[in-house]
């Protein structure tokens, strides 16, 4: 019974049938233009082997599939597109494998005005390729159906204005391109007789360049060399103010007498970890007796007992001198075993 619901579904499209069957009566009256002698342009003719209005996949199904298929496709709507999955196309495969049903003739018959309006509309927005597929299938429908020459022909006719469009903008394409070419050329006519000028303006231009590096590169050398000099002087300078100042006798040195020289303290957490080592500090003692300067020359380990040594020297006092006295002291820092 699946059939005839289908062809009672069918059926209520009837009103869009009537007026497709209106425009296919118009068609009649007019005499189906002759085929053209004259071998048509190749990118104009369709296909020599087109593909089979109905694809091989729909072709391979079966029967009962192929019902439900179209029923499907009638309340989607699709009734003729897209390829391969709509209405039409199911019902010619069922056609072919049951050619005495006449429910599947009806719903063809109801189908067909759908696909004429569709073949007309692809044809206006030229889309040639969705015409000729329409164009099978209304010719495996119906191929006697009164519109299908002025649709073959409205293809040819189509895709030839298409073709002549493309070649007449294609020769304006080059048109352009040759007007284009002869600009250049003019262009490039004019240009020469600057170039020569151009040119010996640019040779000067390297020359005096050339020249200006010369001047820049003298200039960098005897800069060099004036720096160079410099920097010679300015040591020489240095070396003899070196020689110059004063430097501290070992018998001034040794002349000092300690009057105060306080142990320092030794760090706590230094002292908790068992930690030994050594400061040798360099102290400058003023006539007075009392260290005006201090500074750490080396320490084992690093930063460990530096603070505690400074802090322990610039305690110590020593007997008056004539003239300062710079010297070096190594402090030791020892746990008490």
């Known amino acids: 019974m699946s059939h005839v619901n289908t062809k009672a579904k069918v059926r209520l499209l009837a009103p869009l049938t009537l007026v497709v069957a209106l425009a296919a009566c ?13 071998p048509a342009t ?3 003719t369709p296909a020599a082997t087109p593909a089979p209005a109905v694809s091989a996949k729909v072709q ?5 599939e192929l019902r439900d298929l179209a029923s499907k496709a009638l309340r989607e709507n699709r009734m003729y597109a897209p390829a391969g999955d709509n209405a039409i196309e199911y ?5 072919d494998k049951t050619p005495d049903d006449a429910s599947v003739k009806s719903a063809l018959t109801d189908l067909l005005p759908y696909t004429l309006i569709a073949a007309e509309q ?33 293809i040819t006719n189509g895709m030839q204005t298409a073709l002549k469009r493309t070649q007449e903008e294609t020769d304006k394409v080059k048109k352009d391109a040759e007007n284009k070419t002869r600009q250049l050329a003019d262009q490039q006519r004019q240009q020469q007789a600057s170039e020569a000028e ?3 303006q640019i040779a000067a231009q390297h020359d ?13 050398q005897a800069a060099a060399r004036r720096e160079a000099e410099q920097r010679q002087q300015a040591a020489a300078a240095a070396q003899a103010a070196a020689a110059r100042q004063p430097t501290p006798a070992p018998a001034a040195a040794a002349a000092l007498r300690a009057i105060s020289t306080p142990a320092p303290r030794y760090p706590a957490e230094a002292l908790r970890a068992g930690t030994a080592g050594e400061v040798l500090v360099e102290i400058t003692v003023g006539t007075d007796g009392s260290v005006t300067n201090a500074r750490v020359l080396r320490a084992t380990p690093a930063r460990t007992f530096d603070r505690e040594a400074l802090t322990a020297v610039k305690r110590w006092k020593f007997e008056p001198v004539s003239a300062p006295v710079t010297t070096r002291r190594t402090l030791t820092f020892a746990p008490a075993g």
């Open 26 to 38: 118009s068609g009649k009256d007019e005499p189906a233009p002759a085929a053209p002698t004259a």
């Open 42 to 44: 190749p990118a104009a």
């Open 60 to 64: 391979s199904m079966g029967t009962e």
């Open 91 to 95: 019902y010619l495969a069922l056609r």
């Open 122 to 154: 692809s044809l206006g927005r030229e889309d040639f390729a969705e015409g000729q597929r329409l164009v099978a299938l209304i010719e495996k429908v119906d191929a006697t159906a009164p519109a299908l020459p002025r649709l073959k022909t409205g």
């Open 198 to 200: 151009a040119a010996k």
């Open 208 to 220: 005096a360049a050339r020249r200006e590096s010369e001047r820049q590169d003298g200039e960098r």
